[in-house]
């Protein structure tokens, strides 16, 4: 079965193609039994990562929903810390993985990598 890492990137500074790669992550998902899906697996990085702050936006909205549909959601362990955002990101359910090692472990395990 296939797994795909999405890597969501944009946020504020361009909410169309950061809600296109929500949107993506969960419509794969959705339809992974049928397409051969195993794994699909969410990474906020930059300034994908700053909308967990926003807990009233629509971005933050999404990533809940991805969260509460079953999507592993994880971030950036190093820029949560450096921008506070520990506490947030606990609370939404996101798991922190310093992402040099969550992009290596996508390289080892085989993940089909999509960038927002």
């Known amino acids: 079965m296939g797994k795909i890492a999405i890597v969501v990137m944009s946020g504020k500074d361009n909410p169309p193609r950061a809600m296109s790669g929500l949107h993506v992550a969960k419509w794969i998902y959705d339809a992974r039994y049928e397409n051969g899906i195993g794994d699909v697996e969410v990474f906020l990085f ?40 520990v506490d947030e990101a606990k609370s939404a359910g996101i798991f922190a993985e310093f992402a040099r090692d969550a992009f290596s472990r996508y390289a080892r395990e085989g993940y089909t990598v999509m960038t927002f």
């Open 46 to 85: 930059t300034e994908g990562l700053r909308v967990i702050g926003d807990t009233e936006g629509e971005m933050a909205h999404l990533v809940h929903e991805l969260i509460e549909a079953g999507i592993v959601v994880g971030g950036c362990s190093n820029q949560l810390n450096s921008w506070g955002l």
